[in-house]
């Protein structure tokens, strides 16, 4: 028996409807989740900022911000001057490397 005022076998379908729109939908993310995320994978970092980052302000920060940490690696590795001894020293590890640089590579003021 269909209840007055609850919307009736429309609202039941529309419902039904919904609910059916979410699974599918939940599904498809699911399935193609893993593609697009290796498609991303393959974008430039530009390329990542315009589909990740909402608004042309915000991704124009974005964009600025990694201009500023781009330039600020190269900037401490430059000072840091390492050598072919000092890369083999560590094995090549970025991680042991990272650990080696800044005490090789005083904080530049200003």
Avoid: Y
């Avoid at 124009?60 to 590795?77: K, L, N, P, Y």
């Avoid at 072919?84 to 970025?94: F, N, R, S, T």
Wanted: proline fraction near 6%.
């Amino acid at each position: 028996m269909l209840c007055p005022g609850r919307g009736g076998a429309a609202g039941a379908e529309a419902a039904a409807l919904r609910l059916g729109t979410t699974v599918a939908q939940t599904a498809a993310d699911i399935w193609l989740g893993g593609r697009r995320r290796q498609q991303e994978r393959h974008l430039s970092l530009p390329e990542l900022v315009r589909l990740r980052v909402p608004g042309l302000r915000l991704q124009r920060s974005a964009e600025r911000q990694f201009g500023q940490i781009t330039d600020a690696v190269c900037d401490t590795f430059a000072r840091a001057d390492l050598s072919d001894e000092d890369v083999l020293a560590a094995d090549a590890d970025p991680a042991e490397l990272i650990r080696r640089t800044p005490a090789r590579c005083p904080p530049r003021w200003g």
